[in-house]
Nanobody, 115 residues
């Protein structure tokens, strides 16, 4: 079992920046990849960015060039640096760990971008 704890959400003005953190604990060896998802009110949860154990990354088109996902293996932590934030980035952001069998999710952290 893997536990994920997110932090770093909050309220920011359009054009501002935030950095989200996701600390993993438990059966870390079972993690294949990690990622950030978001869910806005009335919308489906969508992938924002992902990173493999080898460091390969992928991004949703809407955030490419503005968001950067990274990981610190020594701290078992994944980060999402979000720059040039837009009101449409407002959502609950969830950390996800893709495991050998199944997935693990964090509790979510709210990001609100005011115009």
């Amino acid at each position: 079992q893997v536990q994920l704890v997110e932090s770093g959400g909050g309220l920011v003005q359009a054009g501002g920046s935030l950095r989200l953190s996701c600390a993993a604990s438990g059966r870390i060896f079972s993690i294949n990849a990690m990622g950030w998802y978001r869910q806005a009110p009335g919308k489906q949860r969508e992938l924002v960015a992902g990173i493999t154990n080898g460091g390969l990354t992928n991004y949703a088109g809407s955030v490419k060039g503005r968001f950067t996902i990274s990981r610190d293996n020594a701290k078992n932590t994944v980060y999402l640096q979000m720059n040039s934030l837009k009101p449409e980035d407002t959502a609950v952001y969830y950390c996800n760990a893709e495991l050998l069998f199944g997935n693990s999710w964090g509790q979510g952290t709210q990001v609100t971008v005011s115009s």
